[in-house]
């Protein structure tokens, strides 16, 4: 079944979440991490979206974004480093890994032998400064509450630093 959860406007800042499918820790690895934050710097060069705000955990990813057509962005973003991922994931020879990703691929996903990411992103259209302010300390705070790091802008995976002030 495919995801109710749309960008209703063309304009705006939206938080989204993408997530490994049933949460299977995969970022455990630099190089893993390193197509995340490469494919977000390409898609910013090729204006897909705007990154205001991000981080990367060990099985998901939170954004804050804006950008003209949100749904293809995010679409193609997920596509490519899906892609990737596998394809480093097998020269890894992480045959357990691998094996997740196709049990738990949807059935009616019949283009691939894998499926990496969960269905649908749940854009939720941020409205105002108070919601704003609330979004991004949840992403910067998201590797504190689970205890990686005392303070969020120790963790490597995260724009928390870009948001210190001096």
């Given amino acids: 079944m495919r995801s109710r959860y749309k960008f209703i406007e063309t304009e ?4 989204i979440t993408a997530t490994v499918v049933q949460w299977i820790p995969v970022f455990t690895n630099e190089k893993y991490f ?3 934050m490469e494919s977000l710097c390409f898609c910013q060069k090729q204006n897909k979206f705007n990154v205001h705000a991000w981080v990367i955990l060990e099985n998901h990813l939170h954004l804050i974004i804006s950008g003209c057509d949100l ?10 480093t899906a892609k990737r991922l596998i394809t480093l994931i097998k020269e890894d020879r992480k045959a357990w890994l ?3 990703l196709s049990y738990y691929r949807l ?3 019949t283009q691939s032998q894998y499926q990496f990411w969960q269905e649908g ?6 409205k105002d400064e108070a919601m704003w302010a609330q979004k991004v300390d949840y992403i910067h705070q998201n590797p504190v509450t689970r205890g990686y790091v005392l303070n969020p802008e120790d963790w490597k995976y995260s724009s928390a630093r870009d948001f210190i002030e001096i």
Avoid at 71 to 80: A, E, H, L, V
């Fill in 12 to 15: 705006g800042l939206y938080f």
């Fill in 34 to 36: 390193k197509v995340i």
């Fill in 71 to 80: 749904s293809d962005g995010m679409r193609d973003f997920k596509s490519y």
């Fill in 98 to 100: 691998l094996n997740q």
């Fill in 107 to 109: 059935r009616y996903k």
């Fill in 121 to 126: 992103v749940h854009p939720q259209l941020i």
